[in-house]
């Protein structure tokens, strides 16, 4: 049974930093890719980042380039999303995804999902 669960969510002031985690497990990922979504109240999930799991090629949306990182430790089998200078409107649910392609930022083409850490940037 495939799980991706993601870790290191919480509540920062404006400016600040949060390393998100997220750990896979029950299948081999090598040749697909990873990516994070977010989702605010009331809004629609919105791509964040993406990384192809063997290559390492990386994609970010244009809202959060400069200010994240997107890295994976394929020993541990785990992808990580550094987040810098944060800001008010980056609160939001960020959860975790696999899927076949990519890196791309198509929720719809991503099969796996994980359950979600909340962000919440004070300003």
């Known amino acids: 049974q495939v799980q991706l669960v993601e870790s290191g969510g919480g509540l920062v002031q404006a400016g600040g930093s949060l390393r998100l985690s997220c750990a896979a497990s029950g299948r081999t990922f090598e040749g697909w890719s990873m990516g994070w979504f977010r989702q605010a109240p009331g809004k629609e999930r919105e791509f964040v980042s993406a990384?192809?799991?063997?290559?390492?090629?990386?994609y970010y949306a244009d809202s959060v380039k400069g200010r994240f990182t997107i890295s994976r430790d394929n020993a541990k089998n785990t992808v990580y999303l550094q987040m810098n200078s944060l800001k008010p409107e980056d609160t939001a649910v960020y959860y975790c995804?696999?899927?076949?392609?990519?890196?791309?930022?198509?929720?719809?083409?991503?099969?796996?999902w994980g359950q979600g850490t909340q962000v919440t940037v004070s300003s």
């Open positions: 995804a696999a899927g076949p392609y990519g890196p791309v930022a198509s929720p719809a083409l991503y099969t796996y």
């Open positions: 990384i192809r799991w063997t290559a390492g090629n990386t």
